[in-house]
């Protein structure tokens, strides 16, 4: 029986990538402020590391996303396991390029003869009032480019699990971390391995209701469970985890059983990967549906700044609440 | 031109083995026109004919282990670098033999048999990658050198400047090699470049930047010499760049009004091919018979090239779901 330990989302990270880097000295990680004599990152998820590997394998960058995204796609081809880190979610517009065109594509254009495994480490999420080019949730973006897995957990144990399986994929990875699921103490087995990508995680078990999330916005579902148990509604939450590939076989498993969804996620609702998952889940399950797929998420607008606008702008445990009820309905 | 103290000279064999590589680039290119012409390849090409000697010399000091970057405009780096034509046509023809099984064409083609890493569409996009490759040869304890192709239009772009700066600051073995062709597509040098030598631009990245006769093999070989001994010395890298003038303008079939008439037949009437081939015989580094030899023996290898990728199968449709990760997407 593996013991359990309490940690959150940042220590779990970080003892990860500690095991990656003595397992395998391969791994390398590269990103601004890394290294501990620049802090260990500005919220130390990289902290310890350069002191214990070096600083040939721990690598402070200048602030330059497409030189740092380049450096982790080259070493990657010539045979080691990149973690980089780009500090926040929105500069990685700044290296679209390199991962989009080239970390993603190099396997395919190459035939199969080069392969690029790079963990891309990014945090991002509303609520922490950081506005409009700190906070966004681009997982559709890169969710809709081939080659590159989109992975994004809500709790420790699974931060640890899917980082040990995002360093062990041949393939790039997008690892997304958000600020609003940090600090959040949970249980992390001793022993906690790898976590599949592309598995989802129910973390509560229904028959009334599906509903699908992820990230952060996991953690908003779980604060809606109560009320929606009060109100005599039996959900189904499903944590998705990895968004590309995301779980089908869960999810429409899920719905057959209860007939009913509600995706909800931070990202704006328009052109969201709600949409995807609403328009498969109507294509395979039509006949099936006992009310209309919703969807919740962001307005169609920048993350604002001012507090109430900002919170306005998250989809809150007391949306989901309603959602339901309305599906229900 | 920049000169360098003690800069070594090509001695005969140098110099035939670089006229053998601009050879094999032009025979080859003269092919694929030929064959774009008749319709058998269908794919823009963007040709560097009369830039011949830049990679021709560089390749000249490079072994298999080295690696090259390079961009759209870079099959004469790729056949310079050594390779293989009959994959390279079958590429360039969309099959299944072809180095990318077809999937890539000739602006994303990889070889890294023969260090071949990366072929890139995007201007500027060689250079942040050839510096992850040059940060593995340091990690690997190599002695690997990375070359990263690329035009004068790409130091405009970011990934040029971020690629210097961490190249330099990580004492990298990369030797970023620009030829400046005096045009960016069909915009002139001085029309978007506000300095009036790339070179220059080292100097804000603390590296040496060195601007060579990219059509002289002497010049080209004094400077690539000292480039790649720096690089493999553990020095850090090189800007290295090289003029030159393309002849066929940006893409097969534009047509090159943006160049004069006047600076376009002074530059053919200077073409480097010939010229090279003349000064060998002249100064008796190869004779006449030698080198008509040479160019059959090459124009046999492009031959049996062409007809083994034009031969070639489509690649199967099932293509489109393999390679996309390294595990097979189920359809």
Same mark, same amino acid.
């Given at each position: 029986?593996?013991?359990?330990?309490?940690? +959150?989302?940042?220590?779990?990270?970080?003892?990860?990538? +500690?095991?990656?880097?003595?397992?395998?000295?391969?791994?390398?990680?590269?990103?601004?402020?890394?290294?501990?004599?620049?802090?260990?990152?500005?919220?130390?998820?990289?902290?310890?590391?350069?002191?214990? /590997?070096?600083?040939?394998?721990?690598?402070?960058?200048?602030?330059?996303?497409?030189?740092?995204?380049?450096?982790?796609?080259?070493?990657?081809?010539?045979?080691?396991?990149?973690?980089?880190?780009?500090?926040?979610? %929105?500069?990685?517009?700044?290296?679209? @390029?390199?991962?989009?065109?080239?970390?993603?594509?190099?396997?395919?254009?190459?035939?199969?003869?080069?392969?690029?495994?790079?963990?891309?480490?990014?945090?991002?999420?509303?609520?922490?009032?950081?506005?409009?080019?700190?906070?966004?949730?681009?997982?559709?973006?890169?969710? +809709?480019?081939?080659?590159?897995?989109?992975?994004?957990?809500?709790?420790?144990?699974?931060?640890?699990?899917?980082?040990?399986?995002?360093?062990?994929?041949?393939?790039?990875?997008?690892?997304?971390?958000?600020?609003?699921?940090? /600090?959040?103490? %949970?249980?992390?087995?001793?022993?906690?391995?790898?976590?599949?990508?592309?598995?989802? %995680?129910?973390?509560?078990?229904?028959?009334?209701?599906?509903?699908?999330?992820?990230?952060?916005?996991?953690?908003?579902?779980?604060?809606?469970?109560?009320?929606?148990?009060?109100?005599?509604?039996?959900?189904?939450?499903?944590?998705?985890?990895?968004? !590309?590939?995301?779980?089908?076989?869960?999810?429409?498993? !899920?719905?057959?059983?209860?007939?009913?969804?509600?995706?909800? +996620?931070?990202?704006?609702?328009? /052109?969201?990967?709600?949409?995807?998952?609403?328009?498969?889940?109507?294509?395979?399950?039509?006949?099936?549906?006992?009310?209309?797929?919703?969807?919740?998420?962001?307005?169609?607008?920048?993350?604002?700044?001012?507090? %109430?606008?900002?919170?306005? /702008?998250?989809?809150?445990?007391? @949306?989901?609440?309603?959602?339901?009820?309305?599906?229900?309905? | 031109?920049?000169?360098?103290? =003690?800069?070594?000279? #090509?001695?005969?064999?140098?110099?035939?083995?670089?006229?053998?590589?601009?050879?094999?680039?032009?025979?080859?290119?003269?092919?694929?026109?030929?064959?774009?012409?008749?319709?058998?390849?269908?794919?823009?090409?963007?040709?560097?004919?009369?830039?011949?000697?830049?990679?021709?010399?560089?390749?000249?000091?490079?072994?298999?282990?080295?690696?090259?970057?390079?961009?759209?405009?870079?099959?004469?780096?790729?056949?310079?670098?050594?390779? #293989?034509?009959?994959?390279?046509?079958?590429?360039?023809?969309?099959?299944?033999?072809?180095?990318?099984?077809?999937?890539?064409?000739?602006?994303?083609?990889?070889?890294?048999?023969?260090?071949?890493?990366?072929?890139?569409?995007?201007?500027?996009?060689?250079?942040?990658?050839?510096?992850?490759?040059?940060?593995?040869?340091?990690?690997?304890?190599?002695?690997?050198?990375?070359?990263?192709?690329?035009?004068?239009?790409?130091? =405009?772009?970011?990934?040029?400047?971020?690629?210097?700066?961490?190249?330099?600051?990580?004492?990298?073995?990369?030797?970023?090699?620009?030829?400046?062709?005096?045009?960016?597509?069909?915009?002139?040098?001085?029309?978007?470049?506000?300095?009036?030598?790339?070179?220059?631009?080292?100097?804000?990245? =603390?590296? #040496?930047?060195?601007?060579?006769?990219?059509?002289?093999?002497?010049?080209?070989?004094?400077?690539?010499?000292?480039?790649?001994?720096?690089?493999?010395?553990?020095?850090?890298?090189?800007?290295?760049?090289?003029?030159?003038?393309?002849?066929?303008?940006?893409?097969?079939?534009?047509?090159?009004?943006?160049?004069?008439?006047?600076?376009?037949?002074?530059?053919?009437?200077?073409?480097?091919?010939?010229?090279?081939?003349?000064?060998?015989?002249?100064?008796?580094?190869?004779?006449?018979?030698?080198?008509?030899?040479?160019?059959?023996?090459?124009?046999?290898?492009?031959?049996?090239?062409?007809?083994?990728?034009?031969?070639?199968?489509?690649?199967?449709?099932?293509?489109?779901?393999?390679?996309?990760?390294?595990?097979?997407?189920?359809?």
């Amino acid at each position: 029986m593996s013991e359990m330990v309490k940690m +959150h989302a940042v220590q779990a990270i970080n003892a990860a990538l +500690h095991e990656a880097m003595a397992a395998d000295d391969k791994v390398l990680v590269l990103g601004e402020d890394v290294g501990d004599k620049e802090g260990g990152g500005i919220t130390g998820i990289t902290s310890g590391l350069s002191t214990k /590997f070096g600083d040939d394998r721990v690598k402070s960058t200048p602030i330059a996303e497409q030189a740092i995204m380049g450096a982790a796609i080259g070493a990657a081809m010539a045979g080691y396991k990149v973690v980089a880190e780009i500090m926040m979610m %929105n500069f990685t517009t700044v290296a679209m @390029d390199m991962i989009v065109n080239h970390a993603a594509k190099l396997r395919f254009m190459s035939g199969g003869q080069t392969s690029v495994p790079i963990v891309i480490r990014t945090l991002t999420g509303a609520g922490w009032q950081t506005a409009g080019q700190h906070s966004d949730f681009l997982e559709g973006w890169f969710a +809709h480019v081939a080659g590159i897995k989109v992975v994004c957990p809500a709790f420790p144990a699974d931060y640890k699990g899917l980082m040990l399986s995002c360093i062990q994929d041949p393939d790039p990875c997008i690892f997304v971390e958000a600020g609003g699921t940090f /600090f959040i103490p %949970n249980d992390v087995p001793d022993d906690q391995g790898p976590i599949p990508l592309g598995k989802a %995680n129910v973390v509560q078990e229904g028959t009334d209701v599906t509903i699908v999330t992820w990230s952060a916005q996991t953690i908003r579902t779980m604060a809606a469970a109560e009320a929606i148990a009060e109100a005599g509604i039996s959900a189904e939450i499903i944590d998705l985890r990895t968004i !590309s590939p995301w779980d089908k076989e869960t999810v429409l498993a !899920s719905v057959e059983k209860t007939g009913r969804l509600l995706v909800a +996620h931070e990202a704006s609702r328009n /052109f969201g990967p709600g949409g995807e998952i609403a328009a498969t889940v109507s294509e395979e399950l039509f006949g099936k549906l006992k009310a209309p797929v919703k969807r919740l998420g962001g307005p169609t607008c920048a993350v604002p700044f001012a507090k %109430n606008l900002e919170t306005a /702008f998250i989809v809150q445990p007391e @949306d989901i609440v309603a959602a339901v009820k309305e599906i229900m309905a | 031109m920049a000169e360098l103290s =003690n800069a070594p000279k #090509p001695a005969s064999e140098d110099l035939v083995d670089i006229y053998r590589r601009m050879l094999r680039i032009e025979r080859n290119e003269d092919a694929v026109l030929a064959s774009m012409r008749r319709g058998r390849l269908t794919m823009p090409y963007y040709s560097a004919r009369g830039q011949e000697v830049i990679p021709s010399t560089i390749s000249h000091f490079l072994n298999d282990e080295d690696q090259i970057c390079t961009i759209y405009r870079g099959i004469q780096d790729m056949v310079a670098k050594g390779i #293989p034509l009959k994959p390279l046509w079958a590429e360039l023809a969309g099959r299944v033999d072809g180095t990318c099984k077809g999937k890539g064409g000739a602006m994303h083609m990889t070889h890294p048999e023969t260090g071949i890493m990366v072929t890139t569409g995007i201007v500027g996009s060689s250079m942040p990658i050839a510096n992850g490759l040059g940060w593995a040869a340091k990690l690997d304890g190599s002695k690997r050198v990375v070359i990263a192709y690329f035009g004068d239009g790409a130091s =405009n772009i970011g990934a040029f400047h971020e690629s210097l700066n961490m190249a330099s600051l990580w004492k990298l073995p990369v030797i970023f090699v620009c030829a400046n062709n005096r045009f960016a597509e069909h915009t002139r040098y001085e029309d978007g470049t506000a300095v009036d030598q790339i070179s220059k631009r080292a100097v804000g990245y =603390n590296m #040496p930047g060195f601007t060579v006769d990219g059509n002289d093999p002497d010049d080209m070989f004094a400077h690539a010499s000292a480039a790649i001994q720096r690089a493999r010395a553990g020095e850090g890298p090189t800007l290295l760049e090289c003029m030159t003038f393309r002849f066929r303008g940006h893409v097969i079939g534009d047509d090159d009004k943006y160049m004069t008439k006047e600076e376009k037949e002074a530059a053919m009437a200077a073409d480097p091919l010939p010229a090279l081939r003349a000064r060998l015989v002249s100064e008796g580094h190869a004779t006449e018979e030698e080198l008509t030899n040479m160019q059959e023996k090459i124009e046999k290898e492009v031959e049996e090239a062409r007809d083994f990728g034009l031969e070639s199968e489509l690649p199967s449709l099932d293509e489109l779901r393999r390679d996309v990760f390294a595990e097979e997407i189920p359809a």
